[in-house]
T-cell receptor, first 114, second 113 residues
Framework: EAAVTQSPRNKVTVTGGNVTLSCRQT?????MYWYRQDTGHGLRLIHY???????QIGDVPDGYKATRTTQEDFFLLLELASPSQTSLYFC?????????????FGEGSKLTVL | GDSVTQTEGQVALSEEDFLTIHCNYS??????LFWYVQYPGEGPQFLFR?????EKGSSRGFEATYDKGTTSFHLRKASVQESDSAVYYC????????????FGTGTSLLVDP
């Protein structure tokens, strides 16, 4: 069973604050993703990566940076947080070797920007 | 760009009812289609996929058939249970993009016992 762990699970910050969301997967998957989930929008892709040092732009990247430091670790950075970034963030990983397109999601990080 | 449309935001049923959740897609290529399920407090879980026209995917009593002609991948289950209450997401993706999945807005299913 794939394991994807996110931290923190809950975070409250103020407008203009710095936030880093962390994600670690322990299954040697090449692909990792950051999604945000909002009512009425479903899941929207922010950034993704297919290996250490690689970064690909997703569909809603504005206001977000990301960095993949190792095969296991993928970080999402909000350098000047805004209330519009209040959301539930999910990290996911996938094994492209099997080419199934099956993503394994973490349990989510709830971010509130006041 | 590619998109997925789920017309039902919420569906309320009783146990043993028949379920249909509609999913239509728009894509420039020939994507794979997916259903994911999300239980309260958890991340989405892969349910099943189909990657070519007329292919049927299925899991846990749920099924959907890839229909390229109508650009649809509707989710069906013959007899729902209270434990099926969850949010269901339809998604599409292409392998040459590392399965960058595009999700629909989700359908919340509530099943009364």
């Amino acid at each position: 069973e794939a394991a994807v762990t996110q931290s923190p699970r809950n975070k409250v910050t103020v407008t203009g604050g710095n936030v880093t969301l962390s994600c670690r997967q322990t299954n040697s998957h090449n692909y990792m993703y950051w999604y945000r989930q909002d009512t009425g929008h479903g899941l929207r892709l922010i950034h993704y990566s297919y290996g250490a040092g690689n970064l690909q732009i997703g569909d809603v990247p504005d206001g977000y940076k990301a960095t993949r430091t190792t095969q296991e670790d993928f970080f999402l950075l909000l350098e000047l947080a805004s209330p519009s970034q209040t959301s539930l963030y999910f990290c996911a990983s996938s094994d492209d070797g099997g080419n199934t397109g099956q993503l394994y999601f973490g349990e989510g990080s709830k971010l509130t920007v006041l | 760009g590619d998109s997925v449309t789920q017309t039902e935001g919420q569906v309320a049923l009783s146990e043993e009812d028949f379920l249909t959740i509609h999913c239509n897609y728009s894509a420039s290529g020939y994507p794979a289609l997916f259903w994911y399920v999300q239980y309260p407090g958890e991340g989405p879980q892969f349910l099943f996929r189909a990657s070519r026209d007329k292919e049927k995917g299925s899991s846990r009593g749920f099924e959907a058939t890839y229909d390229k002609g109508t650009t649809s991948f509707h989710l069906r289950k013959a007899s729902v249970q209270e434990s099926d209450s969850a949010v269901y997401y339809c998604a599409l993706g292409e392998s040459n993009m590392g399965y960058k999945l595009t999700f629909g807005t989700g359908t919340s299913l509530l099943v009364d016992p």
